[in-house]
């Protein structure tokens, strides 16, 4: 049977955080900098979860978390530690659902739910760790915040590797976890929405014909409407009204918009979409 650890008061200038991981004065600065290597190069892409310098306190980043709105799915095998966590939620207004251990999240989970996972590492029948390997093979994004009485070096590592947003040894600290949370909830709602932005340009971009690709990719590259006439064998009246048409079938407001979607998404389209239209 696990120790059952609440959340602490808010801990002394002697614990540290570093990329997201906080722990005790039984860690030592090395083993710090390792789970830091390990997070900064599983994690580039994320600049608002950078490493940060030691002794940065969650209470001084309270401008950065976020109220999006999300479920929080607490995995542990040990209720009283599930109930600490969503008491903690509940008063800081988050809404949290508990699960006794892996299995009976993945039974009732629905990929299109918004959310974080809070997971214990250590559990029976199918530990943290490899439900997290699981998600990763299903498709499914939610970010993963890990909450263990036996965290160490090798687990951290793995996790991190593994694309585990924050990882996070009991007693942890209350303020800690709540910005955690919403950090978290912050990081899926974003990528909900770039999903959704990729979607709505992959939709529009199948409507273009052949000629109005050929056009949209020219003016994408920065070519002039006399330019693309000449390579199109078209008259620059012509380049205009294609010019027009890509404007309006996708659906943006100006070729700064156009340039950016473009340069994030075609590649994607492409790969996607079904035979040109003529």
């Keep these: 049977m696990k120790a059952v650890a609440l959340p602490t008061t808010p801990l002394g200038e002697a614990d540290i955080e570093t990329a997201g991981f906080v722990r005790s004065d039984t860690w ?3 083993h710090t900098d390792e789970i830091s290597r390990v997070m900064l190069a599983s994690r580039h892409d994320k600049d608002d979860h950078a490493v ?38 509940r008063v800081a207004g988050i809404e949290s659902r508990q699960y006794e251990d892996a299995h009976a999240f993945l039974a009732t989970h629905r990929q299109s739910e918004p959310g974080c996972l809070i997971l214990d590492v250590r559990m029976p029948r199918m530990n943290g760790l490899e439900l997290q ?16 009485g036996h965290g160490d070096v090798p687990m951290a590592v793995e996790a991190m590797r593994a694309g585990a947003f ?16 919403r950090e978290a909830l912050d990081h899926e709602w974003e990528q909900r929405q770039g999903l959704e932005d990729r979607d709505r340009f992959v939709r529009n971009f199948e409507a273009l014909t052949r000629r ?67």
């Design 28 to 30: 030592t600065m090395n």
């Design 52 to 89: 940060r310098g030691p002794q940065l306190r969650c209470s001084a980043r309270k401008s950065s978390c976020s109220m999006n709105e999300g479920l929080v799915h607490i995995v542990d095998d040990e209720e009283p530690v599930r109930d600490s966590i969503a008491m903690l939620l």
């Design 133 to 148: 390997r699981e998600l990763k093979l299903r498709g499914w994004s939610l970010p993963v915040i890990f909450v263990t």
């Design 166 to 181: 924050s990882f996070l040894q009991k007693p942890f600290d209350s303020e800690e976890m709540i910005c955690r949370v």
């Design 212 to 278: 109005e690709r050929d056009v949209a990719s020219r003016i994408v590259m920065g070519q002039a409407n006399k330019v693309i006439a000449m390579e199109l064998g078209l008259s620059e009246r012509t380049v205009e009204l294609y010019r027009a048409r890509v404007m309006h079938k996708m659906d943006v407001r100006g070729i700064a918009q156009l340039v950016q979607e473009w340069t994030l998404h075609a590649a994607f389209a492409l790969s996607q979409s079904g035979p040109e239209r003529a």
